[in-house]
């Protein structure tokens, strides 16, 4: 079965730096791979996504992330924070070839200070 | 652009009655799902259907829920007694079929509190 690891529970940034939350994954074949953020109270918001091709896929509100096949890795990046990006990150992983569920991490909750 | 929708927003409910989470999933799509997130924690899986069947289900939906889609749009999810620790958001999602991608686009959540 997958899944997915986001070892920062709680990471804090200044506005204006870079940021790069981590995620890896366990899965036997390559998988589909997502990143969700959440506001307070709010439902799941798709940032971006990778199925095939491209290892660096651009995401709305300026995110991007790369999948790294041999690190089992798909970290979010974004070059400089806006005060308006604190919120709770999610990353997931889909099963290639069905309509299986998509597994959760634990998420990253973002705070932004100034 | 089509999205998935659900009601109600939020739903309080004293412990031991039933409550029916409705959501309608994007008009093409065939593939529905019902995700759960109890606070602070992240989101899983409870169930997924397709042609009128569960297709797959967690160790999460025991007896007490149930899913059905009563007609060509809705797709809902019943609690038939709740219990505090049924206190959560509640994800619909909803996938197409026969791509090649299994893309869910997920609604906004019903927030259900168990009194």
């Known amino acids: 079965a997958q899944s997915v690891t986001q070892p920062d529970i709680h990471i804090t940034v200044s506005e204006g730096a870079s940021l790069e939350l981590r995620c890896n994954y366990s899965?036997?074949?390559?998988?589909?791979l997502f990143w969700y953020v959440q506001s307070p109270g709010q439902g799941l918001q798709l940032l971006l996504k990778?199925?095939?091709?491209?290892?660096l896929v651009q995401g709305i509100k300026g995110f991007e992330a790369e999948f790294k096949r041999s690190q089992s890795s798909f970290n979010l990046r974004k070059p400089s924070v806006h005060w308006s990006d604190a919120a709770e990150y999610f990353c997931?992983?889909?099963?290639?070839?069905?309509?299986?569920?998509?597994?959760f991490g634990i998420g990253t909750k973002l705070q932004v200070i100034p | 652009e089509p999205e998935v929708t659900q009601t109600p927003s939020h739903q309080v409910t004293q412990m031991g009655q039933e409550v029916i989470l409705r959501c309608v999933p994007i008009?093409?799509?065939?593939?529905f799902y019902w995700y759960r997130q109890i606070l602070g924690q992240k989101v899983e899986f409870l169930v997924s259907?397709?042609?009128?069947?569960?297709?797959?289900k967690s160790e999460i939906f025991d007896d007490q829920f149930s899913v059905e889609r009563p007609d060509g749009s809705n797709f809902t999810l019943k609690i038939r007694s709740t219990k505090l620790e049924d206190s959560a958001m509640y994800f619909c999602?909803?996938?197409?079929?026969?791509?090649?991608?299994?893309?869910?686009?997920f609604g906004p959540g019903t927030r259900l509190t168990v009194l």
């Open positions: 899965y036997g074949a390559t998988p589909y």
């Open positions: 997931a992983v889909g099963v290639r070839g069905g309509y299986q569920k998509v597994t």
């Open positions: 008009s093409n799509h065939l593939y």
């Open positions: 999602a909803s996938t197409q079929v026969g791509t090649s991608y299994n893309e869910q686009f």
């Open positions: 259907f397709y042609n009128n069947e569960i297709s797959e």
């Open positions: 990778y199925f095939s091709g491209d290892t």
